[in-house]
Nanobody, 120 residues
Framework: QVQLVESGGGLVQAGGSLRLSCAAS????????MGWYRQAPGKQRELVAT??????NYVDSVKGRFAISRDDAKNTVYLQMNSLKPEDTAVYYC???????????????WGQGTQVTVSS
């Protein structure tokens, strides 16, 4: 019933920029925390950025380069990625804590992922 769909991934040159979007749809009453994770081949999935309660936080490796934002009217979270490096190459996943109509507790949902590849 609730689905998160990422978009905006692709191939970019090192030093370039990319903006990822993640739109939630379905029987949504409200959305709490939202975030972005990434997973590179052979690596564990890591938290990249979160936004909740008016606050944002980032993994150290992207601080000063990435910015997370959200548009609650569109149920969408964004990840602006600047000064991209080859080590940023990964599949990026969004998640969101969603309160559904008729549900007692919010539920954490994940998107399917979008590939970001940064070439040297």
């Amino acid at each position: 019933q609730v689905q998160l769909v990422e978009s905006g991934g692709g191939l970019v040159q090192a030093g370039g920029s990319l903006r990822l979007s993640c739109a939630a749809s379905g029987s949504i009453v409200s959305i709490g925390a939202m975030g972005w994770y990434r997973q590179a081949p052979g690596k564990q999935r890591e938290l990249v950025a979160t936004i909740a309660g008016g606050s944002t936080n980032y993994v150290d490796s992207v601080k000063g380069r990435f910015a997370i934002s959200r548009d609650d009217a569109k149920n969408t979270v964004y990840l602006q990625m600047n000064s991209l490096k080859p080590e940023d190459t990964a599949v990026y996943y969004c998640n969101a804590r969603v309160r559904r109509s008729g549900a007692f507790q919010p539920t954490l949902y994940w998107g399917q992922g979008t590939q970001v590849t940064v070439s040297s």
